[in-house]
């Protein structure tokens, strides 16, 4: 390390410590990450204690991580010099800018100080979060740097990661699970599987239950991959294994998730779900066309669904409404809404459901309604569930 980096590095050190410290901005980006433009680093006050508070600024957003002191400052060390070429320090006694040249040889410059300042702000917003960044297999996966930083290309899908564990965290206390120390959990159709480490992750580490959880993937490579970053993690009850949905054994799983399952996909795992006495179900289902092979349009509705995008989305609001009908019949509480949007599609109809009680009667006459009034003479799940 040049000696004006170690300087700089000593001052920084110092005026954390004795409170003369207003800022730092890390500035001349030269990473990979072309939306990343730079670092502001400020002092707050939080329930924890004083954090060093970094806001990562994007061409399109912000990005804000708390660090305790002593790892913010390392942070600070580590990437001045790799990825940022630039740091001005704001102090109550000078303003310190240490700049480096195109030879990457760092020269420190000092003036008088520009801010007056060195109160500690309280940070009373901090935003709440159901994962974690620092979580070694995001890193894995792809969706943080080293230092636990979201990438900017992978926002998205970890505002998604982080909306579905607030879903399933939300419905597991409205279930009788809350009550079991072991839970199963079975997801279909894995894929990249950043969904079923942060489930595994949240369901073992934070609310602490023996877990077990069966992640299954068609492909080779996303399987071994999973696997693979499982042990890395040392986690032990999660385990991935090649399959289909309608090839899974329907032995007892207290959760069933199966998102983006395509078109009767979605229904398979609803009949292995119920077969295996899911307590909770979580589908995001897709690519809904059985039933529009198969319905008729009511006379007096022809005029408005004779358009083929409407009649499709006609089809796939009964579909999905059949579906949910379907799980209430069998004791189940749902709810149908829309998932945030993910890197597949713009947007995500979500079904959820909760073991309530008995089967409800009442809804089969409901169903048998539905298909008398559009002449489908099924739709795939009233065939496989009889």
């Known amino acids: 390390m040049d000696n004006d980096k170690e300087k700089f590095a000593d001052k920084l050190k110092i005026s954390v410590e004795d409170n003369s410290f207003i800022r ?93 300042s060195a109160e500690i702000k309280p940070h009373n917003k901090i935003k709440s979060r159901f994962v974690n960044p620092d979580a070694k297999y995001f890193h894995l996966l792809g969706i943080t740097t080293a230092e636990g930083i979201v990438k900017a290309d992978k926002n998205d899908k970890f505002r998604q990661v982080d909306k579905f564990i607030e879903i399933i965290d939300s419905l597991y206390r409205t279930s009788d699970l809350q009550r079991s120390d072991e839970i199963r959990i079975t997801d279909m159709g894995s894929g990249k599987s950043y969904l079923t480490f942060a489930v595994y992750d949240y369901f073992r580490n934070t609310l602490n239950k023996n877990l077990s959880l069966h992640g299954v993937e068609q492909r080779d490579e996303l399987v071994n991959l999973s696997n693979n970053i499982a042990a890395e993690c040392e986690f032990t009850g999660l385990k991935f294994e090649k399959g289909t949905i309608d090839s899974i054994s329907h032995t007892k799983s207290d959760i069933t998730i199966a998102l983006h399952a395509c078109d009767t996909a979605t229904d398979d795992a609803i009949y292995s779900a119920i077969k295996s006495e899911s307590k909770i179900i979580l589908l995001a289902p897709c690519c809904q066309k059985y039933v529009r092979k198969k319905m008729q349009t009511p006379q007096v509705l022809k005029g408005i669904f004779k358009h083929g995008i409407l009649e499709e989305r006609l089809a796939v609001s009964l579909t999905d409404g059949l579906r949910a009908l379907t799980l209430e019949y069998f004791g189940y509480e749902t709810k149908v809404f829309e998932f945030v949007s993910s890197e597949h599609t713009a947007r995500n109809t979500m079904i959820t459901a909760v073991k309530k009680g008995n089967s409800d009667e009442t809804k089969l006459h409901e169903i048998n309604l539905i298909k008398s009034g559009f002449q489908i003479e099924d739709f795939y799940l009233d065939k496989i569930l009889s």
């Open 24 to 116: 730092v901005k890390l500035s001349k980006y030269k990473g990979d990450d072309k939306e990343f433009e730079n670092i502001y680093v400020t002092k707050i006050q939080t329930t924890e204690g004083v954090k060093l508070s970094f806001k990562m600024k994007y061409k399109t957003r912000d990005i804000v991580k708390n660090y305790d002191c002593e790892k913010g400052l390392k942070l600070a060390d580590e990437i001045l010099g790799k990825d940022f070429f630039s740091a001005t320090l704001f102090t109550t006694q000078n303003d310190l800018t240490l700049d480096y040249s195109k030879k990457r040889v760092a020269r420190l410059y000092i003036k008088k100080p520009s801010l007056q």
